[in-house]
């Protein structure tokens, strides 16, 4: 369906909910933590049809929220990086091992988060908590942390910590493709009493005003994520769930192969854009 069509459809579907909001504020705002300047804007992958630019989640953001992000004394993400960074050196398990037996330092991890969830040696596309949990089930010999348990969020945040300035890079091509491809398809599938797709909010109506929430283009460069609504960080599941949950519809466990492969697609739309994490949201 055009563009054009499928906007009018969401428009209907959402009649007296979604109005247009003025332009998204002045363009040429940067996101700068510490001297670093962060890519939010940059011309959109060859595979995105219909969105000529890609653009961070920051920028729909509130000056206030955006504020927030750019002090790494005010982001409260920054408390899981830390409790991330002492469980990185943590002997746990039978093996009597940490983190740092293996990697060393922390920032061994520059460049992880850009290539996540990526494809495993046995040809399974994995999330950065699968390959944590892989870690410390059959290296440490330790018990597997839960999706979004507090050890696995504070981990997942500060490994992506590591990645924060440089470009989401993930792989869609070779065996990543038949993932991408069901991730492609999960994207435009209409769920839910609603009837809506993941695209009918982020490529059809992002810049948008629903209810009191200004669209963006959903993209993943910024997780973990620290969400005020949530009063904490939450994962990439959560947040695609969460999604799928406000079509009325039932969704995907935390860490199954849809979510996964959806994960794999979304991401693929922020190639480009500077992995963020922890970054800050309404």
Same mark, same amino acid.
């Given at each position: 369906?055009?563009g ?8 209907? @579907?959402?009649?007296?909910?979604v ?5 998204l504020?002045? =363009? ?10 962060? $890519? ?6 060859e ?7 890609i653009?961070?989640? %920051?920028?729909? !953001? ?9 002090d790494?004394? /005010?982001?409260?993400?920054? *408390? &899981?990086?830390? =409790?991330?960074? /002492? *469980?990185?050196?943590? $002997?746990?398990?039978?093996?009597g ?15 992880? !988060? ?9 040809g ?5 908590? /699968? &390959? ?17 348990? #507090? ?14 300035? *440089? ?5 869609i ?10 991730g492609?398809?999960? &994207? ?15 490529? /059809?109506?992002?810049?948008?005003? *629903? ?6 283009? #959903?993209? @993943?460069?910024?997780?973990? $994520?620290?969400? @005020?609504? %949530? ?7 959560? !947040? @695609? ?12 466990? !935390?860490?199954?192969? =849809?979510?996964?492969a959806?994960?794999? &697609?979304?991401?693929?739309r922020?190639?480009?854009l ?9």
């Amino acid at each position: 369906m055009p563009g054009n069509a499928r906007r009018a459809t969401m428009a209907v @579907l959402l009649a007296g909910t979604v109005m247009v909001a003025p332009a998204l504020g002045d =363009e040429s705002a940067e996101l700068v933590i510490d001297g670093q300047v962060f $890519v939010t804007r940059t011309e959109a992958p060859e595979h995105m049809e219909y969105v000529p630019e890609i653009i961070s989640g %920051w920028v729909f !953001r509130s000056d206030e929220t955006q504020a927030v992000q750019m002090d790494d004394f /005010d982001n409260p993400g920054m *408390l &899981y990086v830390d =409790e991330g960074l /002492d *469980l990185w050196t943590q $002997v746990d398990g039978e093996a009597g091992e940490s983190c740092a037996s293996c990697h060393g330092d922390a920032e061994s991890m520059a460049g992880v !988060r850009t290539q996540m969830p990526h494809v495993n040696e046995d040809g399974e596309l994995w999330a950065m908590e /699968d &390959y944590v949990n892989n870690c410390r089930t059959e290296r440490m010999e330790a018990e597997a942390w839960g999706w979004e348990s #507090g050890p696995m969020l504070a981990m997942t945040t500060m490994i992506s910590y590591q990645s924060r300035g *440089l470009p989401m890079n993930v792989q869609i091509d070779g065996e990543a493709q038949e993932y991408w491809e069901q991730g492609r398809d999960l &994207y435009y599938t209409r769920f839910g009493q609603l009837n809506l797709s993941c695209a009918n909010c982020h490529e /059809d109506n992002y810049g948008n005003m *629903l209810r009191a929430d200004h669209l963006s283009q #959903g993209q @993943l460069n910024g997780f973990p $994520v620290y969400r @005020l609504k %949530w009063a904490g960080v939450g994962s990439i599941h959560r !947040r @695609l769930r969460g999604c799928i949950t406000d079509t009325r519809a039932e969704t995907f466990g !935390r860490g199954s192969d =849809e979510l996964t492969a959806l994960e794999l &697609y979304v991401s693929s739309r922020g190639n480009g854009l500077s992995v963020e994490a922890p970054s800050v949201r309404n």
